[in-house]
């Protein structure tokens, strides 16, 4: 799978697992302890690793965006 179709599947993920986290910590009153738990610290696990992810398959736009070192007198 190249880097593309990989971000292709990877972003909607990410997008998922964003509203999970806002969606599940303002029901947190209506949810059990155990359900809140699971859906909260579960999918704030699985968001850092597609974060990561997704930082390793653009890094070298990161890189040369905001790596990049300065040249003086520019």
């Not at 190249?2 to 029901?27: C, D, E, M, W, Y």
């Not at 653009?58 to 990049?68: E, F, P, S, T």
Request: no cysteine; net charge positive; hydrophobic share 50%.
């Amino acid at each position: 799978m190249n880097k593309t179709k990989a971000l292709r599947f990877l972003n909607p993920i990410l997008g998922v697992l964003v509203l999970n986290q806002l969606l599940v910590g303002l029901s947190h009153d209506a949810l059990s302890r155990k359900v809140f738990e699971v859906m909260h610290e579960g999918g704030g696990i699985l968001l850092v690793l597609g974060v990561l992810l997704h930082l390793i398959l653009n890094w070298n736009w990161v890189r040369a965006n905001y790596l990049k070192k300065s040249v003086p007198g520019d």
